[in-house]
């Protein structure tokens, strides 16, 4: 018995040091991040490191928030971002839709074709991509940028919503059209309002994605007028020397969309992540 207790004492151990050993290695560099935008950019490398030094300020952040440039690429990322969830989410929810009620040819085909797109690396497309971009006279245009993302959070958006749609009853429709009402109706006055949680879920993860991507827009974007968030942090580094304390600063200014979208709609989000796991 004492063995079995001595056991468990260790096993408790051994996992609380884990999560805490986890925990330091994902949080100790956003740490680091937050304390080399409160410093002077020659105290970044001192040896011993500090937390704090004597150069703690907040110009950093001054200068980010006072260049109309640095502005200019949070402004195109909210275009881009919130451009990107709300057409993702508008054809995924039809496309989830007509997966979840309808049966057609070479559906088993199309789905096997979305889900292969999630397997393709995007390093691969970048070229291919470019060109067709190009050729449609969409180089370093919103457009462009938009419709290069939807490529990639549509596949996940119709997945995860088909998974959510699925999870309700049929019987929803069918009331529906029992009352006169049609397929149509149904979508938007029933099933739409009652898939929220599933939604949310899915808008959130697809302006992560959106928000956070730099090959794409990097290659298909030229002007800063175009340029994004992190292609802004990017161009902080200059050929002599790097401005590390405004890429920190522009990256935790970065980082503060996301993680507000993440704080109101937590629940929402781990509850949409799940709903579709489980079929009724």
Do not use: C
Request: charged share 10%; net charge positive; proline share 5%.
């Amino acid at each position: 018995m004492a063995a079995v207790k001595t056991r468990r004492t260790l096993a408790k151990v051994g996992v609380v040091t884990g999560l805490v050993l986890g925990g330091l290695f994902a949080g100790l560099p956003v740490l680091w991040m937050l304390s080399t935008s409160l410093k002077r950019n020659g105290e970044v490398f001192q040896s011993p490191p500090q937390l704090f030094t004597e150069g703690f300020s907040f110009d950093a952040y001054r200068e980010i928030l006072g260049n109309g440039t640095q502005l200019r690429f949070f402004l195109n990322s909210y275009i881009v971002a919130f451009a990107v969830t709300i057409l993702t989410l508008l054809v995924a929810v039809l496309a989830g839709y007509a997966f979840s009620r309808f049966r057609f040819p070479f559906q088993k085909t199309i789905n096997a074709a979305i889900i292969s797109v999630q397997a393709v690396p995007p390093i691969t497309l970048v070229i291919p991509y470019f060109g067709l971009i190009v050729a449609l006279g969409l180089y370093d245009t919103y457009a462009g940028l938009i419709l290069t993302h939807m490529v990639f959070t549509l596949p996940y958006a119709i997945i995860m919503i088909t998974a959510y749609l699925n999870t309700l009853p049929r019987e929803l429709d069918e009331s529906v059209k029992i009352d006169g009402g049609t397929g149509w109706t149904a979508l938007w006055r029933i099933l739409v309002p009652v898939s929220v949680p599933g939604l949310v879920a899915v808008g959130v993860y697809t302006f992560m994605i959106s928000w956070n991507e730099y090959l794409f827009a990097l290659t298909l974007t030229r002007t800063d007028d175009m340029r994004t968030v992190p292609i802004g942090i990017q161009l902080l580094m200059g050929q002599h020397s790097y401005e590390w304390n405004q890429m920190m600063a522009m990256s935790i200014l970065g980082s503060v969309p996301v993680l507000v979208l993440f704080l109101l709609f937590q629940r929402r989000f781990v509850g949409g992540l799940t709903a579709g796991a489980v079929k009724t």
